[in-house]
């Protein structure tokens, strides 16, 4: 019996192109606020953006999305990207950063596995921000499978981390 093939462990999502409708507001919102890094234009459509310099992690493009409005939330597509940050600081830290700016519609969560925070980018893309708690942590059933779960993050606790 041939055993169905598996992705290898060490695979990774490179990056994600959204389609935005302002070139110029995205890369306000993602570089400005967010902090990722511009690597270069791509005509006068697209950007890259990256976190340390790689050629991108995020590509931002108005190819077909020119002056749109948001795609209807009731339809199909992205729900979010996930934004992984190596730290429960680093988290702590674009919360602060975010907090600071009066950047206003965060929700929070602790899902057992990670601490995550969820926003949207001006074209109303879904973003999650969070950081990995140690595997050792990762709440398990008696046979070893994970039970993660939603429950509210304690926004200031996570503060703390920043100072």
């Not at 462990?9 to 306000?28: E, F, N, P, T």
């Not at 890094?37 to 999305?65: D, K, P, Q, R, V």
């Not at 680093?90 to 975010?98: G, H, M, Q, T």
């Amino acid at each position: 019996m041939e055993t169905a093939y598996k992705i290898p462990a060490a695979a990774r999502i490179g990056h994600v192109h959204l389609k935005v409708s302002d070139l110029k507001r995205s890369l306000a919102f993602y570089c400005d606020l967010l902090g990722f890094e511009f690597m270069m234009h791509y005509g006068e459509e697209a950007a890259f953006i990256s976190a340390g310099g790689y050629h991108h992690h995020i590509g931002l493009n108005t190819w077909h999305s020119k002056g749109a409005p948001p795609a209807p939330r009731e339809g199909v597509g992205l729900y979010h990207l996930a934004i992984l940050y190596p730290t429960r600081k680093d988290l702590a830290l674009i919360y602060k950063r975010l907090r600071d700016a009066k950047y206003t519609h965060i929700g929070a969560s602790d899902h057992g596995v990670s601490e995550a925070l969820y926003l949207r980018d001006p074209d109303d893309n879904g973003i999650e921000l969070y950081w990995d708690k140690p595997r050792e942590q990762w709440p398990r059933l008696a046979d070893g499978s994970l039970t993660m779960y939603t429950k509210p993050l304690d926004l200031e606790d996570l503060l703390k981390e920043a100072e």
